[in-house]
């Protein structure tokens, strides 16, 4: 079992930046596959960003390629996402998710959830 808690999320201008932080606890964090996923109002949820815990593979959707940075911190038991150059399409709920799953971005993969945190991106 994990538990996952964000933190982080709030009112950025369009063109701002934006830190999110996701705690986990419970068993060993560095052996799970770590994601960011979003749902805007409306909207199904989607991959944002994923750190691979086999071989550190990190990947991106094609979205927020260039903008954003997932970083992930196994002494902290903690994995961050860094948006840069938001536009007002960001704005959604932002969730952490583990798998244990060596590399995906399927969130039918994720067994672990965070309760998200609201990101809104104003133009």
């Known amino acids: 079992q994990v538990q996952l808690v964000e933190s982080g999320g709030g009112l950025v201008q369009a063109g701002g930046s934006l830190k999110l932080s996701c705690v986990a606890s419970g068993r060993s964090f560095n052996t799970y596959t770590m994601g960011w996923f979003r749902q805007a109002p409306g909207k199904e949820r989607e991959f944002v960003a994923a750190f691979a815990w086999s071989d550190g593979h990190i990947y991106y959707a094609d979205s927020v390629k260039g903008r954003f940075t997932i970083f992930r911190d196994n002494g902290a038991n903690t994995v961050y996402l860094y948006m840069n150059s938001m536009k007002s399409e960001d704005t959604a709920v932002y969730y952490c998710?583990?798998?244990?799953?060596?590399?995906?971005?399927?969130?039918?993969?994720?067994?672990?959830w965070g309760q998200g945190t609201q990101v809104t991106v104003s133009s």
């Open positions: 998710a583990a798998s244990e799953f060596l590399r995906t971005e399927d969130q039918e993969h994720y067994a672990y």
